[in-house]
């Protein structure tokens, strides 16, 4: 099992940064892959960025590619997302979710953290 609390959203101006950080507990976080996900009003979730296990190859939706980065560091068991050059689309819950190592679905997830955009 592992346990995931997002923070760090909050309200910026378009144009502005944040950097989501994601503090996980439990089983051995270092085996886990780790993505940022986001659902606003009225859409569906989608896949934002992600890191796996090993720390290599993130990858990242295009929408978001050359603005946002995903970085962990295992001995913080913490997953972050450095959002730059914000947009009023780019408001949304955004999640942490996990999966075992190279396993397809992300099985657990965190409560969310509210972004929001202003133009």
């Known amino acids: 099992q592992v346990q995931l609390v997002e923070s760090g959203g909050g309200l910026v101006e378009a144009g502005g940064s944040l950097r989501l950080s994601c503090a996980a507990s439990?089983?051995?976080?270092?085996?886990?892959?780790m993505g940022w996900f986001r659902q606003a009003p009225g859409k569906e979730r989608e896949f934002v960025a992600g890191i796996r296990w090993t720390g290599g190859s993130p990858n990242y939706a295009d929408s978001v590619k050359g603005r946002f980065t995903i970085s962990r560091d295992n001995a913080k068991n913490a997953v972050y997302l450095q959002m730059n050059s914000l947009k009023p689309e780019d408001t949304a819950v955004y999640y942490c979710a996990a999966r075992y190592r190279e396993t397809l679905s992300y099985a657990y997830w965190g409560q969310g953290t509210q972004v929001t955009v202003s133009s």
């Open positions: 439990g089983r051995s976080f270092s085996n886990y892959g």
